[in-house]
């Protein structure tokens, strides 16, 4: 058996060990999970198994339809960096929306004492900041990329 082979093999077998281990975490947590609803009221069960079925109801029927139309006619004409930030927007949006109408009226002040507004605009500035540094820099790799080939040498 050559050397490339044997290492293949070693890389496979740890592999098929870190799957079985994350598999005996993941059944671990399911147990957990079915243990600790077992401790509840009945209506509490219900009501999780609707808000459950619901969110993927409206996933499926809602959400995923108006992402695939918002990419077939909009994203995919834009840069592929835009189109990241993009998303990445929508969805830091989507996660604001429980706190963002409501944080002027809450009853207690303490619950969220956060300037959510705020951490959602600089999050958005880090995503969009992010997303035009790392165009600049491929833009500037794909010039000395370009000039190198241009000349035949190497740019060190």
């Not at 082979?5 to 947590?29: H, K, N, P, S, Y």
């Not at 592929?80 to 002027?104: D, Y």
């Not at 992010?130 to 600049?136: F, R, S, W, Y």
């Amino acid at each position: 058996m050559s050397v490339g082979i044997a290492r293949r093999r070693a890389e496979l077998d740890r592999t098929v060990v870190l799957r079985g281990l994350l598999g005996l975490v993941g059944v671990g947590a399911i147990a957990f999970g079915v243990m600790s609803a077992l401790d509840r009221p009945i209506a509490d069960l219900l009501s999780a198994a609707i808000w459950f079925g619901g969110g993927i109801a409206l996933h499926d029927g809602v959400f995923a339809p108006i992402c695939l139309a918002v990419w077939f006619l909009v994203l995919r004409r834009l840069p592929v960096w835009v189109s990241v930030c993009g998303f990445l927007s929508v969805v830091l949006m989507v996660l604001a929306i429980p706190v963002l109408p409501r944080e002027k009226s809450l009853p207690n002040p303490t619950v969220l004492d956060r300037n959510y507004v705020l951490g959602v605009g600089v999050a958005l500035a880090i995503v969009w900041t992010a997303g035009i540094v790392v165009q600049l820099i491929r833009s500037m790799l794909n010039l000395k990329r370009r000039a190198v080939l241009a000349t035949g040498t190497s740019a060190h």
